[in-house]
């Protein structure tokens, strides 16, 4: 069935064998989730839980079942860390040391043996943390409006949409707590499931896809997971030019569910220069965008909703190879670039690519003697160097080379 086949069959359902009918709330949602009121919705403060109280709240006007004794929260305790260099650790017991992450779950079942995991990450950074990329005045909300108020708001639609279609996997929607600060929500999850881990069929994340550009870049991570997947997201893609990734590990909680043998799809519209920063906000939200995207999801679950349990393959770790390094840029990477080199999305006030002259959309290719091929080469090359040190940086701009003295 082709994707504007689904589409019509999914409109044609609602009107015979629904009373309400199916209602696009994606701008309302990421409105609310991203304004003020909640304070950025930091992992165990009042904001979360006002979030995550809304969120609930949306799950029973879709009919979504709870847990168990009508409640749709997982709750969870943990210590924070006290020093950059200590691990978070799960506490048994809440006292005056530990914050309480919640998880928001709604449950659609059809009966049926296997059970898809849809999710996205629901908390931010609060008044800004240690991830915080702003520089400037301090304690200033950061909204979280693409990161991550974008995926919650999709995750939403598309349970609205399954409600009533594709009947052959049950659907599990989790809006995941803790994620900014180490995956905890779904590492949590994936460790006291509601659900038998072995009757998960895959596991689709949303994180970061309310900024689709003008070339419609999206990337979709974890299409080695299963070898189905590379030629279901390739039927049903009409509108994307795609960045495939083959990793089912990444910095987002679709990571928690891969390393338990899940396959796995993460959705992306990339990085930009508002990243971790107050300035995320719903005005700068491409919701046509998230219309279109939140249908080839759809779509997608729709294709694979007869392929039965999907296989599970294992994929290259990039993050094991990734090496380790000392100094910084001070750059945004531009995430969704595939040409040669490493395009910078955004500059960070203040830091060396700033002070040097680099500018948003230059192509870093060398970094002193080392070529800067992709990514990966960028990585490497920064790790040959130690803070303090100075080198020369080659940058295309335009389509002309230039070089930039850089200090670390």
């Keep these: 069935m082709k994707p504007l086949k689904y589409l019509l069959f999914f409109i044609l359902v609602i009107s015979c064998e629904q009373k309400t009918p199916y209602q696009n709330h994606i701008k309302d949602d990421v409105i609310f989730l991203s304004s003020d ?3 950025g919705r930091e992992t165990g403060t009042q904001g979360e839980i006002k979030a995550g109280e809304y969120i609930k709240k949306r799950f029973i006007k879709l009919g979504l079942q709870p847990l168990k004794n009508n409640d749709y929260f997982q709750n969870f305790n943990f210590k ?5 260099h200590q691990d978070i650790s799960f506490s048994n017991q809440k006292n005056d040391s530990t914050i309480t992450g919640k998880n928001i779950i709604g449950y659609i079942d059809n009966q049926a043996i296997n059970t898809i995991i849809i999710g996205a990450h629901y908390d931010h950074l609060g008044y800004g943390n240690e991830n915080s990329l702003h520089r400037g005045e301090k304690n200033l909300i950061h909204n979280g409006a693409d990161d991550n108020a974008s995926g919650v708001a999709i995750m939403i639609d598309l349970a609205s949409k399954l409600r009533i279609a594709n009947k052959n996997n049950n659907y599990l929607f989790i809006a995941f707590s803790g994620e900014e600060i180490g995956l905890l929500g779904s590492n949590y999850y994936t460790k006291n499931a509601t659900i038998e881990l072995s009757n998960i069929n895959y596991m689709i994340n949303m994180d970061m896809v309310g900024r689709l550009n003008e070339d419609t870049t999206l990337a979709i991570y974890g299409l080695g997971t299963s070898p189905i997947f590379k030629q ?14 083959e990793s089912g590990v990444g910095p987002s909680d679709h990571t928690s569910f891969y390393l338990n043998d899940i396959p796995v799809l993460h959705f992306f519209t990339g990085q930009h220069e508002d990243y971790h920063k107050p300035s995320d906000d719903y005005d700068k939200i491409n919701f046509e965008g998230m219309n279109i995207i939140s249908n080839y999801i759809f779509n997608i679950i729709s294709d694979l909703n007869d392929n039965g349990k999907l296989s599970f393959t294992k994929t290259i770790n990039e993050n094991e190879e990734v090496p380790r390094f000392k100094v910084s840029l001070g750059v945004v990477p531009d995430y969704l670039f595939d040409g040669e080199g490493m395009r910078i999305d955004g500059i960070t006030e203040n830091r060396p690519a700033q002070i040097a002259g680099l500018l948003k959309g230059d192509i870093v290719i060398k970094i002193g003697e080392y070529e800067v091929k992709d990514m990966m080469g960028y990585m490497k090359a920064l790790s040959k160097f130690e803070k303090g040190n100075t080198t020369i940086v080659s940058v295309n701009r335009e389509g002309d080379t230039m070089t930039k003295k850089i200090t670390f």
Excluded: V
């Design 80 to 84: 924070p860390k006290t020093n950059p």
């Design 232 to 245: 279901t997201i390739s039927a049903n893609n009409t509108k994307f030019k795609i960045i495939q990734k």
């Design 37 to 39: 009121n909640l304070e």
